[in-house]
């Protein structure tokens, strides 16, 4: 019986065959790429294509396509060629024009563009709008918050904590101290509806106000463990109890560095006699408005996600009982919180912010 034309054969360099297997080994790309490359790969071992075919459940003629294609195109013959479709009926002009018009100006009657409003306003489809806002990530509908401190020596604290965070002193101890006021118990006027396969936990909309705590807490920079209390107020009288619990709890032998904010009653003349007595206390305020780069600030986010705001209290004790017991839970698997921003990094952060407002400002 004839034989048919031999194929021809594939010879690959180092650089091409490693190529070709980083790209039959993928679990990005997609399994026909992937597919594509293992064939060139089996080509070039020296197997005919009705082998490769049999062994990788393939037509030979599939086979020999890609064969040919890599020996015409190399790595590019693994991809799909393009293929005509319909032309643009709207050309890049248009497309800025509605960008520009999103990102520059607002609607006569509301504060933002929709993408409904753009359409009525330019003529464009409601879906060619959405997939340009796609693609450009315009998102009118939303905002970030954001507030610029406007303390005359934000480069010098801010220099100052972050060294804290990133080279603790020795022979002593960083704790970030602050309070979380007005914490209410609140009880939902019905009973949870609890959740279920295919559905989420229900909840009333209204509760019943049952009183406040203010949690005191002093986080341990270097273990992550915290040290709390909940008292009924927040002044200064508080805070001088809460600062006796520090001075009970933490060794006489290390020296203390306290990140607090510029709350009067950190600032209490009582309270700056009380730390004047015990010389192993240094006090470091943060900036205004820069609340976070307090690091329990992120842990008061942690116990209010896991432990409050989900919860339904008949009175200010359970809730008290409630953040001991989650306080304890957390300091038994405690880490620390992982600081990785420079002072320089955070700085080049503000600049960039800065440019944006001054250029943006209309």
């Not at 507030?147 to 002193?169: A, C, H, M, T």
Request: proline letters at 6%; hydrophobic letters at 40%; charged letters at 20%.
């Amino acid at each position: 019986m004839p034989r048919g034309r031999p194929a021809p054969p594939i010879a690959l360099s180092d650089e091409e065959n490693q190529q070709l297997l980083r790209i039959a080994h993928s679990r990005s790309l997609s399994h026909a790429v992937v597919q594509r490359a293992q064939i060139v790969l089996a080509c070039a071992d020296g197997q005919p294509n009705s082998h490769v075919a049999q062994r990788m459940g393939l037509n030979k003629m599939t086979v020999g396509k890609w064969r040919r294609r890599y020996l015409e195109l190399g790595l590019q013959g693994l991809h799909d060629e393009l293929r005509p479709g319909r032309p643009r009926t709207l050309k890049d002009e248009r497309v800025a024009e509605v960008i520009n018009t999103a990102l520059q100006t607002q609607p006569p009657s509301a504060t933002h563009w929709s993408v409904r409003a753009m359409a009525e306003y330019t003529g464009i489809s409601k879906s060619t709008v959405q997939r340009w806002f796609d693609l450009f990530g315009v998102q009118p509908h939303r905002q970030r918050h954001f507030k610029l401190s406007n303390d005359p020596f934000f480069i010098e604290k801010v220099r100052d904590i972050v060294g804290l965070y990133l080279n603790p002193p020795d022979h002593a101890v960083v704790l970030c101290v602050d309070e979380k006021t007005q914490i209410q118990a609140l009880q939902r006027t019905q009973p949870l509806l609890p959740m279920g396969l295919g559905y989420v936990e229900g909840v009333t909309h209204d509760y019943v106000r049952h009183g406040t705590t203010t949690l005191f807490a002093a986080l341990d920079v270097a273990t992550g463990e915290v040290l709390t209390q909940c008292k009924r107020r927040h002044r200064h009288q508080e805070f001088l109890a809460f600062l006796r619990h520090i001075d009970a709890s933490v060794p006489k032998t290390l020296d203390v560095h306290l990140i607090v904010d510029n709350y009067a009653t950190h600032k209490h003349p009582k309270v700056k006699a009380w730390l004047a007595r015990r010389p192993r206390y240094t006090l470091h305020y943060t900036p205004t408005y820069a609340s976070w780069i307090n690091q329990v600030e992120r842990w008061f986010g942690l116990i209010t996600q896991q432990a409050i705001r989900r919860g339904s209290f008949s009175n200010v004790k359970e809730l008290t009982r409630k953040i001991n017991d989650f306080v304890e839970h957390y300091n038994a698997h405690a880490s620390p919180f992982t600081w990785v921003a420079t002072a320089d990094s955070i700085l080049a952060k503000v600049e960039r912010l800065c440019l944006r407002i001054s250029g943006t400002a209309h």
